[in-house]
């Protein structure tokens, strides 16, 4: 089971922009299939954005898109979630995955989050 380790959260003003990274600790992951959930509390995990192992396609929620793009650069293992724009709504604890499939199915290759709190 590959483990995965989320950086760039931060505390931002509305209007601001981060960017979030997503590496393994262990093994590297070029060839799988990367997502990005995130879940605010008392709310429902979100799925937010993923992206094909080799960069080709990609899926940003309706919620987000416009305002955050997901890339991945293989050759330095990390994936990437660009976030612009920011929101207060966007508030939440945003976690990496491998994913699979057509619908984006996550796996149990999960990092333990990274904060990211947007104030008005």
């Known amino acids: 089971q590959t483990q995965l380790e989320e950086s760039g959260g931060g505390l931002v003003q509305a209007g601001d922009s981060l960017r979030l990274s997503c590496a393994p600790s262990?093994?590297?992951?070029?060839?799988?299939?990367m997502g990005w959930f995130r879940q605010a509390p008392g709310k429902e995990r979100e799925f937010v954005a993923a992206?094909?192992?080799?960069?080709?396609?990609?899926y940003v929620a309706d919620s987000v898109k416009g305002r955050f793009t997901i890339s991945r650069a293989n050759a330095k293992n990390t994936v990437y979630l660009q976030m612009d724009s920011l929101k207060p709504e966007d508030t939440a604890v945003y976690y990496c995955?491998?994913?699979?499939?057509?619908?984006?199915?996550?796996?149990?290759?999960w990092g333990q989050g990274t904060q990211v709190t947007v104030s008005s």
């Open positions: 995955a491998v994913v699979y499939g057509d619908n984006w199915r996550p796996t149990s290759s």
């Open positions: 262990g093994r590297t992951f070029g060839n799988y299939d």
């Open positions: 992206i094909r192992s080799n960069g080709g396609r990609t």
